[in-house]
């Protein structure tokens, strides 16, 4: 039987082959493992493998699982890494270390103010639709330095980097192109803002593509946790 820990290990092993493939250091990736719709039983699992990052898409079920995993597991990171209606960002904004999915300035203004006092900022990633589906959601690239000099502005909120959900396919040059376009935009936030450091691309099926891109944080699920039942239908 394959266990959560032996699966963890196994990403650990990709991230290092791929990171050696294309001479960078393994240290320089981080990997968050996606625990969405997975019960708490098998965050404490990765968590006792010595795992601390861990991404949640859903607020709720974010909330639910932070709370209740408080004591048990105290040095957990937590990454909201869903999509964020304003209603819903006072939870993220008292409960999560990071969020990934920032594109619109009325998220960041209320995600800063909601911030609780003693709390050291939240980190944000800016998401990029980089195919500019209209489905997706995500800034243009055009778009990501207006949103960035927000950010900027808010002192409860650190802007970390960009975040990017690619268009789902298997044709490889599609994929390496996205990644390339993404790792070209987060060398031109960098520019700008120097202490811009994490380039959130990467998942259980294209994570060896993304660290060949530049790719310092990989978000796995599957690979880790095994296939979803999907919530909603
Ligand atoms: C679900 C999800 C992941 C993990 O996907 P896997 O294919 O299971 O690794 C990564 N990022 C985001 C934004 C997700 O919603």
């Not at 959560?4 to 050696?20: E, G, K, P």
């Not at 493992?33 to 965050?43: G, Q, R």
């Not at 968590?47 to 601390?52: C, H, P, S, T, V």
């Not at 105290?74 to 904004?93: D, E, R």
Request: charged content about 15%.
């Amino acid at each position: 039987m394959t266990t959560i820990a032996d699966r963890l290990i196994n990403a650990q092993y990709r991230i290092a082959q791929a990171a050696q493939s294309s001479s960078r250091h393994a240290d320089d990736i981080q990997l968050l493992a996606v625990s969405k719709t997975k019960p708490h039983t098998d965050i404490i699992a990765a968590y006792i493998a010595g795992q601390r990052h861990f991404g949640e898409n859903y607020v709720q079920e974010g909330e639910a699982k932070v709370t209740a995993l408080k004591s048990s597991c105290p040095n957990i990171v937590w990454h909201f890494i869903g999509p964020l209606q304003s209603n819903k960002t006072k939870i993220v904004a008292s409960l999560f270390d990071w969020m990934h999915t920032l594109s619109r300035d009325k998220i960041a203004l209320r995600l800063n103010d909601q911030r609780p006092n003693g709390l050291v900022p939240l980190n944000v990633c800016i998401q990029i639709n980089i195919s500019k589906e209209p489905s997706k959601s995500g800034v243009t690239a055009d778009d990501m330095l207006a949103l960035a000099e927000v950010i900027n502005l808010l002192p409860n909120l650190t802007l970390r980097g960009l975040m990017a959900i690619p268009t789902a396919t298997s044709e490889v040059t599609q994929q390496q192109a996205e990644f390339k376009q993404l790792h070209h935009l987060y060398l031109q936030l960098q520019q700008v803002y120097p202490d811009v450091d994490t380039l959130s691309m990467g998942m259980s099926n294209d994570l060896e593509q993304a660290v060949a891109h530049g790719s310092t944080m990989v978000r796995i699920g599957s690979a880790i946790f095994g296939q979803r039942v999907p919530l909603h239908i």
